[in-house]
T-cell receptor, first 111, second 111 residues
Framework: EAAVTQSPRNKVAVTGGKVTLSCNQTNNHNNMYWYRQDTGHGLRLIHYSYGAGSTEKGDIPDGYKASRPSQENFSLILELATPSQTSVYFC??????????FGHGTKLSVL | QQKVQQSPESLTVSEGAMASLNCTFS??????FRWYRQHSGKGLEVLVS????GEKEEGSFTAHLNRASLHVFLHIREPQPSDSALYLC???????????FGSGTQLTVMP
């Protein structure tokens, strides 16, 4: 079974601070994704990657950067966190979108 | 832009009674449709994928796709309290690889 591990599980940040959410997958999947989940919106795609060194913008990239330094790791970076970025963030990986494996999520609160 | 809506927002059923969830989409030419389950504080697990009109069964979960009416249903046969979770519908638009998620139906199964 594919393993996708997110850290931290919970994070409290201050407005204007920098936040880095990390994701690690151990199944050699090419594609990795960052989503945020908000009540009434389902999951929305922020950034994705096709492999090491690649990052692409999703549907709601504003205020976020991504980094894919290796096949295994994909980070989401909030350079200047705002309260509107309070959400639950999910990382996923897969060979295609036919079957995605999701992490358990990171709950971020920006005060 | 593909729109995906789910109803009802919440549903309570008794253990063993059929549960039926509804997902409507806006693009009749969409390629494929998935149902995910998310237990509280956990990631998403895919339950069933369907690509053509008709039914697809995976264990106690049956997806029913009707493109003409723009609906894809999920029926849960003899649900258990452990099936209490958020159920998410995801649609892949034609010519795209992305997943467009609905906002989910919160299912509660009473013992």
């Amino acid at each position: 079974e594919a393993a996708v591990t997110q850290s931290p599980r919970n994070k409290v940040a201050v407005t204007g601070g920098k936040v880095t959410l990390s994701c690690n997958q151990t199944n050699n999947h090419n594609n990795m994704y960052w989503y945020r989940q908000d009540t009434g919106h389902g999951l929305r795609l922020i950034h994705y990657s096709y492999g090491a060194g690649s990052t692409e913008k999703g549907d709601i990239p504003d205020g976020y950067k991504a980094s894919r330094p290796s096949q295994e790791n994909f980070s989401l970076i909030l350079e200047l966190a705002t309260p509107s970025q309070t959400s639950v963030y999910f990382c996923a990986s897969g060979l295609s979108n036919e079957r995605l494996f999701f992490g358990h999520g990171t709950k971020l609160s920006v005060l | 832009q593909q729109k995906v809506q789910q109803s009802p927002e919440s549903l309570t059923v008794s253990e063993g009674a059929m549960a039926s969830l509804n997902c409507t989409f806006s693009d009749r030419s969409s390629d494929n449709f998935r149902w995910y389950r998310q237990h509280s504080g956990k990631g998403l697990e895919v339950l069933v994928s369907i690509f053509s009109d008709g039914e697809k069964e995976e264990g106690s979960f049956t997806a029913h796709l009707n493109r003409a009416s723009l609906h894809v249903f999920l029926h849960i046969r003899e649900p258990q309290p452990s099936d209490s979770a958020l159920y998410l519908c995801a649609v892949t638009p034609s010519g795209s690889w992305q997943l467009i998620f609905g906002s989910g139906t919160q299912l509660t199964v009473m013992p």
